[in-house]
């Protein structure tokens, strides 16, 4: 009897293998930076269009401006074309700011009235005086000051710096017709011979004063000869 011969090997099943497909999804994650809230729309599309230009094509020319109405527009401006721009909101009266290139902030300011608001825009302050409507008026002032332009039926001077608060300054004679020069009024000889009332428009209101054109008795026996 042969020996046993060992039993044949039984080819084992094939493996079969599953590949599942795998879907791999890629997430991109953009983060906008917000320069301000109050970033307006026009410099939001004209930072786009910069912002899209293709690479190697000739970059557009920046067309300088004076001024924009805050602070992150003028900002921009200013490092865009390379000089300071003024920022519209931070002007007062007495002061006004520019953004510089280098991303800082200049501040001017004056010891008074040097601009007054007319509507949405800012004038320089103009005491210089005008007829109008039978008065004198300065052509641009903080209050609204009226003078006299001769007569007795008005007062010399008139001050009103809101509905509810006005001042007026009477002559007890009728007033001569003005000398205007500048932003003053003079009236001959109206405090007496040879004393002249002067008035002087300012920013936020008026003065007043009496010349003495020459040598003159003043009250109490004493002499001006200015």
Known sequence: MSPSSPPAARP????RTRRSGTRLTVTILVTALTLSASLTAENASAFAQISST???????????VSER??????????RLQGSRVLIG????????SYANPDGTITVETTSGVARIRRGEQWVPTDTSLVA??????????KAVVEFSAGGADKPLA?????DTQSYALTWPTPLPAPKVEGNKATYPDAAGPGADLVVTALPSGFGHDIVF???AHR???????R
């Open 12 to 15: 084992s099943a094939p493996v």
């Open 219 to 225: 009250p109490g026996g004493v002499q001006d000869s």
């Open 89 to 96: 909101d931070a002007t007062t009266e007495s002061s006004v």
């Open 69 to 78: 109405p805050d602070r992150v527009s003028a900002a921009l401006s200013a």
């Open 158 to 162: 008139r001050l009103e710096r809101s």
């Open 54 to 64: 293709p690479t190697g094509a000739a970059t557009p020319a920046i067309q300088p």
């Open 132 to 141: 109008a409507d039978g008065v004198l008026r300065p052509k641009a002032a």
């Open 213 to 215: 054109a020459r040598a």
